[in-house]
């Protein structure tokens, strides 16, 4: 093993050779024939056609695309770091996927395809009625993607060009951003999940090579523990503890009283949080409504519940041995020291990916893992800007313009697509210094006070008949105002830095943004629960082929075949069920061997 020092993690950035631009260049073509190739597949000239690639998508590229959305640039950059900082507990966040992945598939995509929509506040509107709900889901929605994904995305994937080749931070943004931009506008949802596709074959060969040479760099797993507890950085701040690693840093569950991940949080409001993810939101779910049938929407969701269980090993672990390798930069603590590593004065950990990259990969492996970053981010990025401009354009462009044609509607998506770009990269600079330097974090703070409200009213319109456009519409409302209180809260008082004194309200300090998340979805699905029965109960034509009790089943067995032409599709559906099964208990076993 090596400490070396944190000085000059930029200026020894070393330059590309003849191998690393070859693989580079090498990606890009093949990343661009793929998304031409995607984009000849279906008539990208319609709105189904351009929004949800014709729904004629077969299940591995949706399980490709399922993943790939979710690990972006952003999530290799912040795994990575709060592994760095706090251990494997942040691993909680991927393996809970695994759950909410298969209610996904089983229950929500049956009632949305029932339901016959194309955006999430679509299916709002249809099963309450009225506008307002609507027009409301879809501000939010444009607002977390811009706050939380592509903001996130833009300066973690600049973060890593800058420690690689040494680039300023906007530049490289903008860099990042004129590609991706015009990789959306043209090809439509198809050449996103198609490339999808290419970008998680990537991202997984150059992750898995890394985490091999960095296991190999500390004498293997069995050292890791030791070798990570004795990670501390020459520089500390004197009479404090915020410099030693985390002793629990290889469990799972954190004490529930931890300021980091409580384990009581990471069961109960981080469920909350993935609930609205992955069963909600337009990006994820865009792709599941794509899906040839319900059973392709089933494989696809098995196979990223699959994929999701990797980032533990090939991110998150390889953040840990980052520090281990080099703690004064990665773990660093005094607020001088980090400014002068990495331009943060709240900490370093955010480079932990990056800096193993440039320290540890060969000349052509380092091109590779370049077009690995790239992938991530790409897939991220095209996903957020194909998913935000559908929900502009069909839940608010539509409401003005009701007499638009599918071209005008067209045109209104990919200009949405430059103003979200915009606006992302405006918010970037707040994103240096928030959270302790932790990405992951921030992304995940700002979900909690935002996001339960929205996993409240969905459960509720799914499970629920009684429950009535009143009712959902103030349990929203409610659920916004506690939460942007505390959001506001929590940003004029940031966490203090090391050694100085913590004077933060009770509401930040003592309650846990995964704890606030759990309470705000209680607190809005109370307020739901109470207005709808004080007010008059749903339609009949609201609750018809809405809810999970009355739904009609679409396409899992194709209507009107004979017991011969049904058969492969009833074989297929046990195939996709056994898996789940087989997954299920894959999942509880890590979770029982590392909690």
């Given amino acids: 093993m090596e400490g070396n020092s944190s000085a000059g993690v930029f200026s020894l950035s070393p330059q590309f050779t003849a191998a690393d631009v070859t693989v580079v260049v090498a990606y890009f073509i093949l990343n661009l024939v793929v998304g031409l190739w995607s984009s000849c597949r279906v008539n990208r000239n319609t709105v189904s056609g351009y929004f949800l690639a014709g729904k004629n998508v077969a299940w591995w ?3 490709a695309s399922l993943f790939a959305s979710s690990e972006g640039s952003g999530l290799f950059i912040g795994l990575a770091g709060s592994g760095a900082a706090g251990g494997i507990a942040v691993a909680g966040f991927e393996w809970n996927a695994t759950y909410v992945l298969l209610v996904l598939a089983w229950v929500f995509v049956p009632v949305y395809m029932s339901s016959e929509i194309i955006t999430m506040p679509e299916y709002l509107q249809r099963r309450f009625g009225g506008e307002r709900i609507r027009v409301y889901l879809s501000v939010l929605s444009l607002l977390l993607s811009v706050f939380t994904k592509i903001s996130t995305d833009l300066y973690s994937g600049a973060l890593f060009v800058q420690v690689c080749l040494g680039w300023n931070l906007y530049l490289s943004t903008v860099l990042m951003l004129a590609i991706t931009a015009i990789y959306t506008i043209a090809g439509g949802l198809a050449a996103v999940i198609y490339t999808d596709a290419l970008q998680t074959c990537i991202m997984i ?70 609930m609205w993810y992955w069963c909600t939101d337009q990006v994820i779910v865009q792709r599941s409504l ?30 840990m041995i980052s520090r281990i390798l080099y703690p004064d930069a990665v773990g660093c603590v005094a607020p001088d020291e980090c400014t002068r590593v990495c331009g943060a004065a709240v900490g370093c950990s955010n480079i932990a990916y990056p800096t193993l990259v440039i320290k540890l990969m060969p000349s052509g492996l380092r091109g590779l893992m370049i077009a690995v970053m790239m992938a991530a981010l790409m ?12 929900l502009f354009t069909m839940d608010i462009w539509k409401k003005i313009r009701r007499e638009a044609g599918e071209k005008e509607l067209l045109l209104v998506g990919r200009i949405v697509t430059v103003f979200l770009v915009v606006v992302s990269v405006v918010w970037i600079p707040i994103l ?37 456009e009143q009712g959902a519409f103030w349990g929203l409302m409610v659920g916004m105002v506690v939460g942007v209180t505390r959001m506001a809260l929590d940003f004029a008082h940031p966490k203090p830095r090391c050694g100085t004194p913590d004077d933060r309200p009770f509401l930040v300090k003592d309650v846990h943004y995964l704890h606030f998340a759990a309470l705000l979805c209680l607190v809005s ?52 069920s056994v898996n789940a099964i087989l997954l299920l208990c894959v999942n509880v076993f890590f979770y029982a061997y590392f909690a």
């Fill in 379 to 390: 897939s991220s990025l095209t996903s957020i800007f194909n998913s935000s401009s559908t």
């Fill in 290 to 319: 794509s899906a040839r049938d319900l059973n392709h929407a089933k494989a696809g969701s098995v196979l990223a519940s699959y994929l999701k269980m990797l980032p533990m090993i090939v991110i998150i672990i390889p953040g």
């Fill in 205 to 274: 060969v150059g992750a898995v090579i890394l985490a091999v040479m960095a296991f190999d760099r500390i004498g293997g797993y069995h050292n890791l523990e030791e070798a990570y507890l004795n990670a501390v950085p020459a520089t500390i701040i004197p009479n404090t503890t915020c410099h030693l690693p985390r002793p629990d840093a290889l469990h799972l569950f954190q004490d529930a009283r931890s300021d980091d991940l409580p384990w009581t949080g990471m069961t109960f409001g981080l469920s909350v949080l993935a």
């Fill in 61 to 63: 590229p949706i399980g």
């Fill in 525 to 576: 699905a109370v307020v739901v629960v109470g207005i709808s029965l004080l007010t008059g109960p749903p339609t009949k034509s609201q609750i018809e082929n809405m809810t999970w009790w009355t739904l009609l089943v679409k396409s899992e067995i194709p209507a009107g075949k004979t017991f011969e032409d049904r058969a492969p599709s009833l074989f297929w559906s046990r195939v996709c």
């Fill in 432 to 468: 240096q210094n928030s959270n302790s330097g932790q990405l992951y974090i921030y992304i995940q703070s700002v979900t909690s006070y935002l996001a339960p409200p929205v996993t409240a009213v969905f459960l509720l319109a799914v499970f629920w008949k009684r429950a009535n």
